[in-house]
């Protein structure tokens, strides 16, 4: 079975802090994605990579940067952690290269960040 | 850019109706339309798919159909039972994006027995 999983499932942090989400999946995938979602809202494309050191923004970048090293591993990075940045982020990946048919995406069980 | 708009929001049915949900997007260029089920505590999981070479797509309970030309898509569930209430969500490609979604904000559908 596919597995992505998601460094914490809960996390409080301090407006200002710099903040890492991390998340690891076991298939191979080439594309990696990160979301969050709120309630009203659904799930907002914040950035994606289809390939290590590669990036592309999303819908919503701005306050948030991507790392992505190794395949496996997609980083997410709160610079200043703001309170409107408190929200349910979603990790998924899938397989394919980057212009060729859709793949499924498989998603991570989510990490619920608090920022007070 | 792509827009995706999906109702209703929620929708409640009594055990064994049927239950649709419909989504429209904005960009005649997409060409693939996931639907993906959340249930409490865990991340979305696709449950059916359908391409826009495909008007219709049937996995038992569950069916999607599309029209091309109005742009909309919908999911059927027929028989529903209590283990469908979750939240489901459309998405649609993103042209020139790769293998990016774009969701619609979600229905909240709840099946009482």
């Known amino acids: 079975d596919v597995k992505v999983t998601q460094s914490s499932r809960y996390l409080v942090k301090r407006t200002g802090e710099k903040v890492f989400l991390e998340c690891v999946q076991d298939?191979?995938?080439?594309?990696m994605f990160w979301y969050r979602q709120d309630p009203g809202l659904g799930l907002r494309l914040i950035y994606f990579?289809?390939?290590?050191?590669?990036?592309e923004k999303g819908d919503i970048p701005e306050g948030y940067s991507v790392s992505r090293e190794k395949k496996e591993r997609f980083s997410l990075i709160l610079e200043s952690a703001s309170t409107n940045q408190t929200s349910m982020y979603l990790c998924?990946?899938?397989?394919?290269?980057?212009?060729?048919?859709?793949?499924?995406?498989?998603f991570g069980p989510g990490t619920r960040l608090t920022v007070l | 850019g792509e827009n995706v708009e999906q109702h209703p929001s929620t929708l409640s049915v009594q055990e064994g109706d049927s239950a649709v949900i419909k989504c429209t997007y904005s960009?005649?260029?997409?060409?693939?339309f996931p639907w993906y089920k959340q249930e409490l505590g865990k991340g979305p999981q696709l449950i059916i798919d359908?391409?826009?070479?495909?008007g219709e797509k049937k996995d038992q309970r569950i069916a999607v159909t599309l029209n091309k030309t109005a742009k909309h898509f919908s999911l059927h569930i027929t028989e529903t039972q209590p283990e469908d209430s979750a939240v489901y969500f459309c998405?649609?490609?993103?042209?020139?994006?790769?293998?990016?979604?774009?969701f619609g904000k979600g229905t909240t559908l709840s099946v009482s027995s």
């Open positions: 960009d005649s260029a997409s060409n693939y």
């Open positions: 990579s289809y390939d290590v050191k590669m990036k």
């Open positions: 359908i391409r826009s070479n495909v």
């Open positions: 998924a990946s899938s397989k394919g290269l980057r212009t060729s048919s859709y793949n499924e995406q498989f």
């Open positions: 998405a649609a490609s993103i042209p020139q994006a790769g293998t990016a979604l774009i």
């Open positions: 298939m191979d995938h080439e594309n």
